[in-house]
């Protein structure tokens, strides 16, 4: 009888030392404090970031220029050789189709 007794109290002697320490150990390392502003203006900026930041702000600038057309040469000659690709196709669509109304 008592070897029963003992049995059926094992598993609740585990059950609280598993939970007691658990919440011990959360007592004994609490969660550390959340960062404040001074602590992310000490923190070191790689200077990819502030170029992409300088090129953001390039392109915020409000002076009538469509996005696309803001980064300068490059943007334009890409824009005209998609332009010029567009007007090529058209052409092409449109001799293919008469090619196939005149057969």
Known sequence: MNFLKRSML???ILR???????YLRAIKNP???????EDFQKLIVRPQFKRLKDNQKKFQ??????????????????FQ?????LLVCLVMSGQ????????
């Open 10 to 12: 094992i598993p609740n």
């Open 16 to 22: 609280r030392n598993i939970f007691a320490t658990s």
């Open 31 to 37: 969660c550390p404090p959340s960062p404040t502003n």
């Open 61 to 78: 600038v409000d002076d009538g220029l469509p996005v696309w057309l803001k980064g300068g040469f490059k943007d334009k000659l890409l």
């Open 81 to 85: 050789i998609t332009i010029i690709g």
């Open 96 to 103: 293919v189709l008469y090619e196939l109304t005149t057969r």
